[in-house]
């Protein structure tokens, strides 16, 4: 994105490699696109330029030195524009920053939990000589301003001030270049003038899809009714559905993939067939496809995230084998390259 003839605007290709330098060959017509985001997006959320659970900015000397604020933003921006899954991980407050809401005060879990706790034992606090020393034993009141307090009485307005110099004051050069990535295409525009629309993408939770989700999801591709491959593909879509039933109690709260624990859930599955983890903001170009595997000997399931269709196999004749086949492909589907 660093290269000079890099346009936003212009259809993105990305192709993977692995540890060799072997690339896995798949013509990028969305798949893989979709995919780059999420783990871009995911890494992002992870970093230290964003902390807590509801994420926050955190000022970090060196992502702003080397500008990743910005690229942060611009992958954002990118991201919605292109095809790919929203970030559902910015706080109310940080969202009321960027889009300049002047009605919306930080409170006390709006600041990092180390500065939090030091506040809350100066709010605690009803003796002058005990206040005084925790603001002159903590440097996080000097920093903000306050370096003593003469007053009982001076405390919530101390209070007050050092919140909203770590959740405004301090963090304003991480935010100026966070919101001139997200200028990208033009979305941080719309986002202010629509914010309404854009703080479920934003800011809420992801909705784990369900079973019965990801099933309306696809159309199936069956053979003709009465023919015998149709009688064996009704009996595999019976056990992808029971598949998928099995898979829903897997689903973890935060619908981050369970693989790693040797759990399938069903956003794993949504993920091997299309790339994404959720059904991102512009959808999808097509509606996904499952087909199945007429005339291939093999037992493992085929995905096909560009054109996003989902292969099953049709050699199982029991449904354990059939959910083992499923569960080791999906399972590791993400290790591309490794063995």
Do not use: W
Request: aromatic content about 12%; proline content about 4%.
């Amino acid at each position: 994105m660093r290269r000079p003839t890099f346009s936003p605007y212009k259809k993105m290709f990305v192709k993977f490699s692995d540890i060799e330098g072997l690339s896995e060959g798949a013509i990028d017509d969305g798949g893989p696109t979709r995919e780059l985001f999420r783990l871009v997006l995911t890494y992002i959320k992870d970093s230290p330029m964003f902390v807590g659970n509801r994420k926050k900015l955190s000022l970090n000397a060196v992502a702003l030195e080397n500008k990743h604020y910005f690229e942060a933003g611009r992958i954002i921006a990118l991201s919605l524009i292109h095809g790919g899954p929203a970030p559902h991980f910015v706080s109310d407050f940080l969202f009321s920053l960027i889009v300049g809401d002047e009605n919306t005060k930080p409170t006390f879990e709006d600041v990092e939990e180390d500065v939090r706790s030091t506040l809350i034992q100066l709010k605690n606090c009803d003796c002058l000589s005990d206040a005084q020393n925790i603001v002159t034993d903590n440097n996080i009141f000097s920093t903000a301003g306050y370096s003593f307090i003469f007053k009982i009485e001076e405390i919530p307005k101390v209070l007050e001030g050092t919140v909203t110099f770590f959740t405004v004051t301090r963090i304003s050069d991480a935010l100026f270049q966070f919101m001139e990535g997200l200028k990208t295409c033009n979305v941080y525009e719309y986002l202010t003038k629509y914010p309404h629309l854009f703080k479920r993408y934003m800011c809420n939770d992801i909705i784990a899809i369900t079973a019965e989700d990801l099933d309306n999801l696809f159309e199936v591709s069956y053979s003709a009714i009465g023919s015998n491959t149709r009688k064996v593909e009704n009996k595999v879509i019976t056990y992808f559905r029971d598949f998928l039933l099995d898979c829903e109690g897997n689903n973890s709260q935060d619908i981050s993939s369970t693989c790693s624990h040797g759990k399938v859930s069903v956003t794993d599955v949504m993920v091997f067939a299309t790339g994404a983890d959720h059904i991102p903001p512009l959808g999808f170009r097509t509606k996904p496809q499952i087909e199945f595997l007429h005339g291939d000997s093999s037992i493992y399931p085929k995905a096909n995230t560009c054109s996003l269709t989902l292969q099953l196999p049709v050699a199982h004749t029991k449904y354990e084998e059939f959910t083992n086949a499923l569960n080791f492909s999906i399972a590791n589907c993400n290790s591309f390259g490794f063995s």
